[in-house]
C-alpha cells in the first residue's frame, strides 16, 4: 500500500530558474548599456563623460516622472495622451504664481522664503484637479481615455498659452530654480552620504527578502547569485554617485554661490556637482509609485483590473472611482516634471512638454508595460525612459538631424513592441 503521507517533492528547477534572473529587466539594461557603448565610440570617448552623464540624468528626469504614472494607466488599458500639455498648464500656473499673482496680491517678490513653496502646492493642486475632471469623464461618463486625453492635449496646451498670453514668464524664483538640477545638487559629500545610506537599505532589502523567502519555505537564488547580484547593485549605486561627484565647476563658478556646492570660494577651489536635487525627486517618485504597486491595496486592483476589468468589477473593485484616482495620480506626475522641467530653464515657455506625451508612453512601453493592460514595471518605465533620451542625446552629439532622430525613436518603440510580443509568446508557449 502506498504511502499516503509521503510528501511530493517540489519541481526540480533549471539553472536560470534557480538563479529567478528577470530576461526582460536585463534585455533592457544590456540595450542600454551597448547604446551607451556605440554612441561612446562614435563620439570619441565623450558620451559617457561625467559632464555628459550628468546632463543625460536631469534631462531624463520630467519624462521619467511621468512615465512611472504612465504605467499604471496603460495597466488599466487605458491611455493619457494629455500629459504633456497638462505641464505646459501647470508650469504656466506655477510660473504666473510667483511671477504676477504672488506679488500682486500678497506683496511677495521673488525671493521671498514662501513663494518657491505656494507654487509648488499650487501647481500640484492644479494637476490633480485636472487629471481627476480627466478621469471622472473617462469612469463615470465613459468616453474613452483615448478621446478625453487626445481633447486635453488640445485644451490644456492652449490654456497654458492662455494664461501667459503667448510671452515666456521668468526668471522664476532661485529657489525654485534649484529642482531643475543644473545649480542645485547635494555636493561631493552628501551624495556620498545618499550613495552609502542608499546602498545599505537596498543590500538590507535584499536580504530581508530572501529571509522572508527561506522562513516561508520558498526556493531562494543561491548565495553567490545573491552576493553577485548585490556586489553589481553595490557598485552600480557607488559607480553613479562616483561618476556625478567626477563632474567639477571651476573656481569662477562657484564664486557666484558657493552655499550651492559647500565649497570656499577661495583660489583654484573646485566643486563637485554630485547628485541633483532633480534626481532625488525622481528616486522618491521611484519608491512611492513601486511600493504603490507592490504593496499597497490601490497597486493590487489596478493590477487587477487591467488583467481582467469585468472580474475586477465584479468582485467588488470600484473600477470608476480606481480610473479618476490614477488619473489624479499622473496629473500630479506630470506637475511634479513641470517643475522639474521648468526649473531646469529657468523660465515657463510656451514649447515646454511638447511631444512629451508621445516620449512618456514609448517609455513605458520600451520598459515593458503591456498595452494589452495587466503587466507593467515601475523600474521598467525609467529605464525606458533613460534609453529613449539615451539615443537622443547621442544622435544629437553625432549631429543627426531632430527629424532623423524621431525616425530613429519611433522604429526603436516598434522594434520594443515587438520584440516584447515575442517574448511573451515564447513565455506562454512554455
Known sequence: MSDQNTATPPPKRSFMQSLEVDLRLLGMVGAFLAVCVVFNVLTDGRFLTPRNIFNLTIQTVSVAIMATGMVFVIVTRHIDLSVGALLATCTAVMGMTQTQWLPDMFGFELGHPLIPWITIAVGLFVGAVIGGAQGWLVGYQGIPAFIV???????????GWWLTDGATIGPLDQTYVLFGGIGGTLGAFWSWVVGIVATIIALFAMWSARRAKTGHGFPVKPMWAE???????????????????????????????PSLFGCEVAEGCVAAYGIPYSVLMLIAVAIVMT????RTRLGRYIFATGGNPDAAELSGI???????????????????????ASARLGYHTNDIGTLDELRVIAAAVIGGTALSGGIGTIYGAIIGALIMQSLQSGMAMVGVDAPYQNIVVGAVLVLA?????????????K
Open 149 to 159: 486625453t487626445l481633447g486635453g492635449l488640445l485644451v490644456w496646451r492652449n490654456v
Open 227 to 257: 552576493g553577485l547580484i548585490m556586489g553589481v547593485i553595490a557598485a552600480a549605486i557607488l559607480g553613479f554617485v562616483a561618476i556625478l561627484n567626477a563632474y567639477t565647476v571651476p573656481t569662477r563658478v562657484v564664486a557666484r554661490d
Open 291 to 294: 511600493v504603490i504597486a507592490l
Open 318 to 340: 470600484n473600477t470608476r472611482l480606481l480610473t479618476v484616482k490614477i488619473f489624479a495620480m499622473v496629473g500630479v506626475l506630470s506637475a511634479l516634471a513641470g517643475i522639474v
Open 417 to 429: 513592441v515587438w520584440i516584447d510580443i515575442q517574448y511573451r509568446k515564447r513565455v506562454g508557449t
